[in-house]
């Protein structure tokens, strides 16, 4: 797949295929599939992150009934809080941009990692 909207077709079609009735000794079967989608490096740079955030997306997709599909939504240079509102309405999973954070040097970033809290991780209210 050369896009991760790839994979929201592919996980379409699944859908699709999985929903139509089977027949099984004259007896209709009828099976509901959720499917969680999650796509590298977007995602997770590793095996185990890809298929943790994977399985989140799943069970929202549980979440939003049978038959669904659930991508996470990363959206990327959100700089006012009103960016933030529309994307948190629109049920947008993660955010990142410099309303959280303006870039920081390596070793602030490790103080980021090791204590969640630096002086570079201020909010932006302009």
């Known amino acids: 797949m050369e896009q991760p909207e790839d994979a929201a077709i592919a996980a379409t079609r699944i859908l699709q ?20 989608v999650s796509v590298y490096p977007d995602d997770g740079l590793d ?6 955030n994977a399985d989140t997306a799943m069970y929202q997709a549980k ?8 991508l996470r939504v990363v959206a990327e240079g ?5 960016e933030l509102k529309f994307l948190q309405a629109h049920e947008c999973d993660e955010a990142q941009g410099y309303y ?3 870039p920081v040097v390596a070793q602030q970033f ?5 204590t969640g809290v ?3 991780a201020v909010f932006v209210h302009r």
């Open 63 to 70: 979440e939003n009934g049978h038959r669904s599909l659930k």
């Open 17 to 36: 295929a999985v929903a139509e009735a089977h027949s099984i000794d004259q007896h209709d079967l009828h099976v509901t599939t959720s499917i969680g």
């Open 110 to 114: 490790a103080n980021l990692l090791k």
């Open 78 to 82: 959100v700089e006012t809080q009103e």
């Open 118 to 120: 630096s002086e570079a």
């Open 100 to 102: 959280f954070s303006r």
């Open 47 to 52: 095996a185990e992150t890809l298929i943790q």
